[in-house]
């Protein structure tokens, strides 16, 4: 039975007039783009406007420490600070680098290579059937279950991309246990090593309204178990508009780097940006990717830090060039919208537009970007999966409203049926 896309479509389309008329909130957004606040959290908290909303450079926060202050942590410094609320003594990090590496281990011999993102959504689900009490919502449980998907997303990671079993070393941190493999060996250098764990520190966390981290809320306030939540979290973090963005700058400098003759010709550089916002040219969306972002509005502090450690490195590497070409897009794109869109909306690069070209100089394969991701996220999802279990209390169920009905709207605003 074939039927056209766009008698699907009709099937459930809703009218702008109809959405402006009972004030919905697409994607839990204001009409200036704000989000609707759906809970507190101390975790973690990343904000671009002061409390006017005016435009300010951003500023993230995990358990109230700037991340500017965490960029010399240790990601398993940040795993114990997200999870526990506060940065761990020289002893307390010891003893939770032991635990991490005792855990650190999977509970099968077979590995099968395959798409890494959905290879290690299999293995968390996998591992549910490996542990004692997996329904359990006893906190103790719940943290020892998160602890243990911490420490093992490494290796599911790793052992996905291979194609066979890797091992955990304990006299390694994190990152160079990554490096080493992915690689199949101890080759890199204390530089490489120093860059992933900045790349897993600044994406472990981002507050508690960004799409995989309230996915993670939403299934923890059902009560489901804590691999079933995780798993929604990696689920939402593997879509486009999320996780995905980062694959797609790639692909988009590709295009630029093939069609622009004169790297450093600002004209030229700024004539194909236009093309792209019209959709004459890159994948038809009108996006330049990388540059904007739902929340930050004249800076993602995240891509700040990842901007001098990529200038660095390219200076190390030899590509002063396409670092160049990078800074000119993120120079020229808010003139390009403002022309070709008129849009005055404030217009900065996101983590994800330098933090590609930063993963390509250290050679880590496209297909493992994401899956990075992952590996640092766990541990601000585990922090959410804890947190709504201990103030969330009731299930999360917005409204939606059923169009075979009227609606009007209240004195205050609010819709109510007619």
């Known amino acids: 039975m074939v039927i056209s896309k766009d008698k699907i479509s009709d099937a459930y389309k809703v009218s702008a007039k109809v959405s402006k008329e009972c004030d919905l909130k697409r994607g839990l957004r204001n009409a200036d783009g704000s989000g609707i606040v759906a809970g507190v959290t101390s975790v973690g908290d990343a904000y671009g406007v002061d409390a006017d909303s005016n435009p300010i450079h951003g500023k993230l926060f995990y358990r109230n420490i700037n991340i500017n202050k965490l ?112 690689r199949g060996n101890k080759n890199f250098t204390e530089n490489e090593a120093k860059l992933l764990n900045l790349a897993l520190v600044l994406h472990a966390e981002h507050g508690g309204g960004n799409n995989s981290a309230f996915s993670v809320h939403t299934l923890a306030s059902s009560g489901t178990d804590t691999f079933s939540v995780i798993a929604a979290g990696l689920g939402s973090l593997k879509g486009p508009k999320h996780g995905g963005a980062c694959s797609a700058i790639c692909n988009m400098m590709d295009e630029i780097k093939a069609n622009v003759k004169d790297w450093k010709d600002e004209t030229e550089i700024y004539n194909y940006l236009a093309k792209i916002i019209k959709k004459e040219a890159g994948d038809g969306s009108g996006l330049i990717y990388g540059m904007g972002h ?86 601000g999802w585990s922090a959410h999966r804890i947190d709504e279990l201990v103030n969330g209390g009731r299930i999360i169920r917005p409204a939606y409203w059923d169009l075979s009905r009227k609606y009007i709207k209240g004195k205050k605003g609010v819709a109510k049926k007619k």
Not at 141 to 158: E, M, N, Y
Not at 306 to 311: G, N, P, Y
Not at 320 to 340: G, H, N, Q, R, T
């Open 71 to 182: 960029v010399d942590c240790s990601f398993e410094e940040v795993v114990y600070l997200l999870m526990l609320g506060k940065l761990p003594t020289a002893e307390e990090l010891c003893e939770f680098k032991k635990e991490l590496a005792e855990l650190a281990v999977l509970p099968w011999d077979d590995a099968k290579k395959g798409n890494v993102m959905n290879r290690l959504s299999i293995g968390v689900l996998k591992l549910y059937g490996y542990d004692e009490k997996p329904d359990s919502v006893d906190l103790s449980d719940v943290f020892r279950h998160c602890l243990s998907l911490v420490a093992r997303f490494p290796l599911l990671v790793a052992s996905a991309y291979r194609g066979e079993k890797v091992e955990f070393d304990p006299k390694l941190s994190v990152a160079e246990n990554l490096l080493c493999m992915i």
């Open 294 to 379: 739902a929340i930050y509005t004249m800076s993602d502090p995240r891509a700040v830090i990842f901007k001098a450690r990529a200038k660095a490195l390219a200076r190390e590497r030899g590509m002063m060039d396409e670092f160049k070409l990078y800074m000119l897009i993120e120079e020229l794109s808010p003139k390009a919208f403002l022309d070709v869109k008129g849009s005055k909306k404030p217009l900065c690069a996101n983590i994800d537009f330098y933090s590609g070209f930063l993963y390509r100089m250290l050679g880590i394969p496209e297909e493992l970007v994401l899956p990075l991701f992952a590996t640092a996220r766990i541990a």
